[in-house]
């Protein structure tokens, strides 16, 4: 067994076939056939069977690949703790996170800390939990940041847990309502739902897959506002539309105060809101993490420990 080996099995297992994977990684089809070979025989284990679907790793195979990645996430954690010859700092991390201003907040604190490194290589993308939890396990990202209401969140863990993942949690909290801070909206007294009914909800438009189905957004009757509602699909949209449509509101996770006074907002704590939310940070392990993959989880903390006040 060799590392490259292992890379080879955990594209295949991402790309679905050997053809696709070959043009991933620049590698002849007959080298990485030949790695499949080397460990199935090394290890006395059958990795992949040939489904109509492509190549698809057997519960064996599962278990091999999943502890594969810990493998080479360990090892790229030794290369960056222990750099050897290269001159200066090498920061390169990749980043899932869900729809969360405070998040996005906390990214910025940390990329103040690292830009003087030498080679950077961020990558920070918004997405739902279940593209999350894939981008970690199939693409190779660092972390994880879900979203999960408590009611689901058994759900969630099994995920978390069958496909060999850590976890910890970041923050608790109930959605917020954030409007404009001159709207009369801001201070308007509200006793439930029906009292928004009359106002235009934003909601992110990419949160619904093409059947209708809400992978993080779990809609009941008393919170929905279908028949007014303005669907964003750009995080910079939101903050204009809020600020410049009178009327308009958006259910959000707490923001900084400094994010709200820059876009002339404020935010609400509802009572009566009582959906349970937490933000839970995922990675294949946390021996495996590096000491920048470790400062920004604690960045991120902090800022969730100070929008929670």
């Known amino acids: 067994m060799n590392i ?31 790695a499949i070979r080397n460990l199935e025989e090394e290890y006395q284990i059958q990795l992949f069977v040939r489904t109509a679907r492509g190549m698809v790793p057997t519960r064996e195979g599962q278990q091999f690949i999943a502890q594969a990645r810990r493998v080479i996430q360990e090892i790229e954690g030794l290369n960056r703790k222990f750099p050897g010859n290269k001159k ?23 990329v103040e800390q690292v830009r003087d490194a030498e080679e950077l290589r961020l990558h920070i993308r918004e997405c739902n939990s279940v593209q999350a939890l894939d981008n970690l396990t199939k693409k190779h990202y660092n972390l994880a940041l879900i979203r999960m209401e408590d009611k689901y969140e058994e759900y969630y863990y099994s995920i978390i847990h069958l496909r060999g993942l850590e976890y910890e949690k970041i923050m608790d909290f109930q ?10 909206l801001a201070t308007k007294k509200l006793n439930g739902y029906e009292d928004l009914e009359p106002y235009i909800e934003l909601i992110h438009g990419d949160s ?20 007014r509602r303005i669907h964003v699909y750009e995080r910079g949209n939101q903050f204009m539309l809020l600020k410049d449509i009178p009327g308009t509101y958006m259910w959000v996770s707490p923001i900084p105060e400094e994010l709200l006074r820059r876009n002339g907002l404020a935010q609400r704590k509802i009572e009566w809101q009582q959906r349970r939310m937490k933000d839970v940070m995922v990675y294949p392990g946390r021996k495996f993490l590096s000491e920048d993959e470790r400062e920004f989880i604690r960045q991120l903390k902090k800022e969730a420990i100070e929008v929670s006040k």
């Open 208 to 227: 619904r897959l093409p059947n209708g189905e809400y992978l993080d957004i779990k809609e009941t009757p008393e919170n929905q506002n279908a028949h």
């Open 175 to 184: 959605y917020r309502l954030v409007v404009n801070e001159n709207d009369p």
């Open 4 to 34: 490259t080996e292992l890379r080879y099995i955990i594209e295949i297992a991402q790309c679905g076939s050997v053809s696709a994977a070959s043009k991933r990684l620049y590698v002849a089809q007959p080298n990485i056939s030949k």
């Open 88 to 110: 200066g700092t090498d920061v390169d991390m990749k980043i899932s996170i869900p729809r969360a201003s405070y998040a996005s907040y906390a990214f910025g604190k940390y």
